[in-house]
């Protein structure tokens, strides 16, 4: 059934997407929606410990991300895309402008950051960018984040932690998936939020009920799927 969604992001002309492994864990398959056509995809490497998945598919993406290597400091300013869910396979985007609060994440977590905004919506795998459109950092669930850590008090609603730039590129040179910078060039509002759009797929993650039942208590699972595990689900927690 399908029991969870969440977000990759086209990193290579050759069909690799990046999300995160907290997306990824426990499906049987996965699969998204993507220029007319619907693709299934598959891990072609994970790391747990920095909580990232490398997908292929079959598709020539309209576009990629190239890595941002610029310095990362406090209050930069980001972009990142807002999606409103209200069905798995249809969301309504919008460009938000979000700032790094710190420099490191959950505990102290030298591999994310703390970023600052509106995340009522955000769903894990999402990309942030800087104002030439290069991938800066990738969304993690807040809400799987705390499955599995003791927080001594609630996150913000408005704070959210990312995988940053640095530990994408060492993730990604392991596969030899790091292209050439072009040159730099700030992009309108506009041009930020079609290249994000056409970078972006939203992953469905598709699981058998001995699976839901594994995972339940480690990742973020649609309601409806846990209550009744062979029901579809029409909304989801996001």
Known sequence: VLAATGVGVSVSPQGHVLTTQNV?????????????AEFVASVRTEDHNVNLTLLT?????ETFLALSHKDIFMMKEL???????KMPRAAKKSLESVVV????????KATELQIEGDFETILAGSPVVDNNGRLTALFEDKRALQMGHDFWRQVPENTQF???????????????????????QALSDSGLETILSKATVHLSCWMSASKIEAFKGTKILFEDVIKHKFSKPVASQF
Request: contains cysteine; negative net charge.
């Open 79 to 85: 972009w990142a895309l807002r999606a409103f869910v």
């Open 162 to 184: 990312a995988i940053n730039s640095k530990a994408i590129e060492t993730f990604l040179n392991t596969e030899g998936l790091i292209y050439p910078l072009e040159e730099d």
């Open 24 to 36: 990824s864990k426990g499906c049987e398959h996965i699969t998204f929606n993507k220029q007319g």
């Open 101 to 108: 609060s710190a420099m490191s994440g959950v505990k102290n």
């Open 57 to 61: 598919a079959t598709i020539s993406p």
